[in-house]
């Protein structure tokens, strides 16, 4: 099996990117790998956070719960994404739990490696800022519109999210050319979408089937392949209309 070229990897990333390289070698230089089997839990909310990691097989569920046994899915993460940052940069307890959907390779940079690279290397201490500057950002514009859009809305803008940071371009039909557009897929289920979404995985199949009606999605078995992308755009740009 070819060796993955963590440094590549990480560059690659919004957290790293634009970090010059000699930069990027010295965070590579700190991690190591870890191997989880499926269902494995990494880590639990309260835990300490005491380590950044990146996926380079396999996959990992970010959720939380309460003392009752709700549960909700905050995030579902493929190969070449990053997460246990928030903890990694304040040293606070872990805000959520993480286990492996199936068998997962991570790398892993402890937190006390980290902060002394901080301390020695200002550049990468102002590119965290930014990035938590954004995350903040992020953070209010959910909020919005969780208090201004409608689910359709609400729905199309995080397919249009997930697409940008986890889809694969897929072949457009040549005989559907569609300039202004592109097939993106992204691998999740319905009953994931509802997770995130915080509705059930029937109010989610309920709008997914009206867009492929409309053509503008494609279903498949824990898939869904945006064929129309502009027309999602227009629905999250009408609102609650």
Not at 134 to 150: G, H, I, K, Y
């Amino acid at each position: 099996m070819e060796k993955l070229d963590i440094s590549a990897l990480l560059a690659r990333h919004v957290l790293f990117r634009d970090l010059e390289d000699d930069v990027v070698a010295r965070i590579t230089a700190l991690g190591g790998n870890v191997f989880l089997a499926a269902d494995q839990v990494l880590f639990q909310k309260g835990d300490v956070g005491d380590a950044l990691y990146m996926i380079l097989s396999g996959r990992i569920r970010i959720s939380s719960g309460d003392a009752e046994g709700k549960e909700i899915t905050l995030n579902i993460l493929d190969p070449g994404e990053i997460f246990g940052e928030i903890a990694l940069l304040d040293g606070k307890p872990r805000t959520a739990d993480a286990w492996a959907m199936a068998a997962t390779e991570l790398f892993r940079v402890p937190r006390a490696d980290f902060v002394a690279l901080m301390e020695s290397e200002p550049r990468l201490t102002t590119h965290l800022l930014e990035m938590v500057c954004d995350r903040v950002r992020q953070t209010s514009e959910m909020l919005e519109d969780a208090a201004f859009l409608d689910l359709p809305a609400r729905l199309a803008k995080r397919l249009l999210s997930l697409a940008k940071y986890y889809g694969k371009i897929e072949p457009k039909d040549a005989l559907d050319p569609a300039p202004d557009d592109e097939l993106i897929g992204i691998r999740i289920s319905q009953a994931e979408l509802g997770q995130l979404m915080g509705t059930s995985r029937e109010s989610i199949n309920k709008h997914l089937q009206y867009w492929r009606g409309q053509g503008w999605i494609t279903l498949g078995r824990s898939r869904v392949t945006i064929d129309k992308p502009g027309e999602l755009k227009n629905r999250v740009d009408r609102g609650d209309e």
